[in-house]
């Protein structure tokens, strides 16, 4: 139900790794835009972005990193190529490849791919046929000139990054090799959600979250009689219960369609503890990193709103989510917090706040 997340990988001094790095180009450039067509509603409970002074610096930082990597040049290196032109031959070397899939691997439009092909067919670099499966469309390969001049590439941006890599420590090239795999999802996250809106529930959304709760749990064998939370009598007034002090819930919601929700409530009898609680999402939005970023502003609201812990109950068939929730930060009960009265649920958890 929940997406699974990135595992960094070791680091290479290939020009696989140089392209992973060099791909906060588009970071730069699609982050803003991606990020601004997931409208969220102003509340004063909602997280909406990151800080504002954590935006300015790290704008600041991805804009210094480009420029010191000689994205901006004209040409990449001292060889005659542009930097989109490289990233076009460096993709060309692993597989021969449409301009669409081209412009996708890329994350350009197809325009901007079209004048690269242009650009390597006319030097000699790159050659096109008809697709052996649709002769309605073209599949590009390097020539021998091509694959001569990957390997100097190659070969220079390898330089490159051992210049680079000779003024840190091993660990820290992992810190930023780990940090870099972060920041790369997250782009590609926020690019993924646009056209989601995050908002808080209201009781006109009562029966189109009821829906997605009893759609994804009966997708998932979560029966009412055997004591999941699609068995709660209040499953259709939740307008009413997150209204109550401590408490809120927020809804997803894509071109009209409400696909997902999660909230926050008092654990009852516990003093200082929340409970995460009706985390669902239909498969449409799933995959793209909004269980994480609406779990996050959860986790903050709790915060805010002065909450120690958060205690939350799942079972072993939401295998993805389990993975979530110890990914934030949740530790294994040995056993139950209060009466939920969902017994099935047979994995209780923990988050300290204050950490």
Not at 324 to 330: C, D, S
Request: proline content about 4%; aromatic content about 6%.
């Amino acid at each position: 139900m929940l997406q699974a997340q990135l595992k960094p990988a070791n680091l290479v001094v290939t020009y696989n790794q140089t392209y992973s790095a060099m791909a906060l180009t588009n970071a730069v450039s699609t982050q803003g835009s991606a990020i601004m067509a997931t409208q969220v509603k102003p509340t004063p409970q909602t997280r909406q972005t990151a800080e504002p002074d954590s935006s300015t610096e790290l704008r600041h930082l991805s804009r210094y990193l480009v420029r010191n990597l000689g994205m901006l040049n004209a040409a990449f290196g001292d060889l005659p190529l542009s930097p989109v032109q490289a990233h076009t031959l460096f993709e060309l070397g692993k597989q021969p490849l449409t301009i669409k899939e081209l412009a996708c691997k890329l994350s350009i439009d197809k325009s901007n791919a079209s004048r690269a092909i242009k650009h390597l067919v006319d030097k000699n670099l790159a050659h096109s046929q008809i697709h052996p499966r649709d002769n309605r469309c073209l599949v590009v390969q390097l020539t021998p000139a091509g694959k001569k001049l990957l390997v100097k590439l190659d070969t220079q941006q390898n330089q490159l990054f051992q210049e680079i890599l000779a003024q840190l420590t091993s660990a820290q090239t992992s810190q930023i090799e780990e940090a870099l795999m972060l920041y790369n999802q997250a782009v590609h996250n926020a690019k993924q959600q646009s056209g989601c809106q995050i908002r808080q529930a209201t009781a006109q959304d009562d029966a189109a979250i009821a829906k997605v709760i009893r759609d994804v749990s009966a997708e998932y064998g979560l029966t009412a009689d055997k004591g999941y939370g699609v068995a709660d009598p209040t499953l259709d007034c939740l307008s009413q219960i997150y209204s109550q002090a401590g408490a809120n819930y927020w809804i997803i919601e894509l071109e009209g369609r409400i696909l997902g929700g999660a909230g926050i409530a008092p654990l009852a009898n516990n003093d200082g503890i929340c409970e995460l609680q009706k985390m669902y999402f239909m498969p449409e939005i799933r995959g793209k990193g909004l269980a994480t970023r609406l779990a996050l502003m959860a986790l903050d609201f709790a915060r805010e709103t002065g909450y120690q812990g958060c205690y939350l109950e799942t079972t072993a068939v939401l295998n993805e989510a389990v993975k979530l929730y110890e990914k934030l930060g949740f530790v294994h009960l040995s056993a139950p917090l209060g009466n939920t009265g969902h017994d099935a649920c047979e994995i209780p958890m923990l988050l300290e706040l204050n950490q």
